[in-house]
C-alpha cells in the first residue's frame, strides 16, 4: 500500500464532521493537508484543533469561477476529497422545489464543479462521498436518495474519464456530526438512539469511521470506481 507522506491533500468540506475527520487522519499518516470550506472561522477552528500545520482555504463550491481560480492558482494535489453538501430533508411533496434545487446543486454540482476544475498529480485519487440511501431509499429521504446514487454514478463514470487517477465514493450510513446540530439535542439523541437500534453493530457511526474508509481508498492502488459502503449494516438491516 501507498503512504501519504509528504502528498498533498485538499479536503472539500473539511472544517467539520467527516471532511474534518479525513483531515485530521491525513494529516496524523504525514500528508500535507489543505482543508477547505465556506466559513473562515469554522475552518481556523479545525486547523487548530487538527494540528500538524494544517492549512485552510475558502472555498464556496456554488461559485465555479471561485472554485476554477483556486486549483488554477494551486499546485496539483495528490488526494482530493469532497465531503462538503447541505441537503435539505423531508418528503418530495413537502419540500420546495427551491430547497430541492438548492440540494442537489450543493451536494452533487459543487462535487461536480470541484472535480472538474481541480488539477490532479499522476496516480492521484479522488474520493466523493455519497451515503447509504441510494442502496435503501427512504420514504422521507428521497431526494438525498437520488443526490447519493448520482454521485455514484458520477464517480464510476469518471473513474473512467480521469484514469490513471483513481476515482472512488464512500457511502456513509447514519453518522454522528454536526449535521444534526440544527435540531434539538434530545431529539438528535434520540434519533441517533432509535437507528442505532435497527443496526447490526448497535450504534451509529462516527466520523471518524469514515476517515478510515477514505484513507484506505487513497492508499489502495488497486481500487477504483468503487463504493465502499460504512453503514454499520443499514443496507441490509
Known sequence: MASLVQTRVLVIGGSSGIGEAVARRSAESGADVTIASRS????AHAAESIGHGVRTAVLDTGDNGAVERFFNDNASWDHLIVSSAATARGGMRAMTLEDAYASMDSKFWGAYRAVRAARMADGGTITLVSGFLSERPSAGATLQGAINAAIEGLMRGLALELAPVRVNAVSPGMIDTPLWDDMPQTRKRE???????????????????????????????????????????????
Open 191 to 237: 434519533l441517533l438512539a432509535g437507528a442505532a437500534k435497527h443496526l447490526p453493530v448497535g450504534r451509529a457511526g462516527r466520523a471518524g469511521d469514515i476517515a478510515n474508509a477514505v484513507h484506505y481508498l487513497m492508499i489502495t492502488g488497486f481500487a477504483t470506481g468503487s463504493v465502499v459502503r460504512v453503514d454499520g449494516g443499514g443496507a441490509i438491516a
Open 40 to 43: 473562515a472561522d469554522k475552518l
